[in-house]
């Protein structure tokens, strides 16, 4: 399946949005009800919108704010990104790859990220 950009696109910018609103209305708008969350890479998944959502909200209450560094690049139906999650006194500089399903929600997301990239 190959996705237009502009909706790969769309998907990273609401994504930003709802930590800058702390919006799980976002978060559940945005996601398929049996996505996956693999934060980081190589921890357990969440699966599932309900598990999604308590990772989400967890997030927003401890204050995270998502600051895109460059241009989303977009391949087929996945649009991978960096960006720096911003907390206070910590900053983490993660790259987020979205795979999308066909009615264009987030099937897969894996953040790929180390204790190298944290500042």
Same mark, same amino acid.
């Given at each position: 399946?190959?996705?237009?950009?502009?909706? /790969?696109?769309?998907?990273? +910018?609401? %994504?930003?949005? &709802? *930590? $800058?609103?702390?919006?799980?209305?976002?978060? #559940?708008?945005?996601?398929?009800?049996?996505?996956?969350?693999?934060?980081?890479?190589?921890?357990?998944?969440?699966?599932? /919108?309900?598990?999604?959502? +308590?990772? %989400?909200?967890? &997030? *927003? $209450?401890?204050?995270?704010?998502?600051?895109? #560094?460059?241009?989303?690049?977009?391949?087929?139906?996945?649009?991978?990104?960096?960006?720096?999650?911003?907390?206070?006194?910590?900053?983490?500089?993660?790259?987020?790859?979205?795979?999308?399903?066909?009615?264009?929600?987030?099937?897969?997301?894996?953040?790929?990220?180390?204790?190298?990239?944290?500042?």
């Amino acid at each position: 399946m190959h996705m237009e950009n502009t909706s /790969l696109q769309k998907v990273v +910018a609401r %994504y930003i949005e &709802a *930590f $800058e609103k702390e919006d799980l209305g976002i978060i #559940e708008d945005i996601y398929a009800f049996d996505a996956s969350v693999e934060d980081p890479v190589g921890s357990d998944p969440h699966h599932g /919108l309900a598990a999604i959502k +308590a990772f %989400y909200k967890k &997030a *927003f $209450e401890m204050g995270v704010k998502l600051q895109l #560094e460059g241009q989303p690049r977009c391949a087929g139906n996945s649009v991978a990104f960096c960006f720096h999650v911003l907390m206070p006194g910590i900053k983490i500089s993660p790259i987020d790859v979205f795979e999308l399903n066909d009615a264009g929600k987030i099937q897969r997301m894996r953040a790929y990220w180390g204790p190298e990239n944290m500042g």
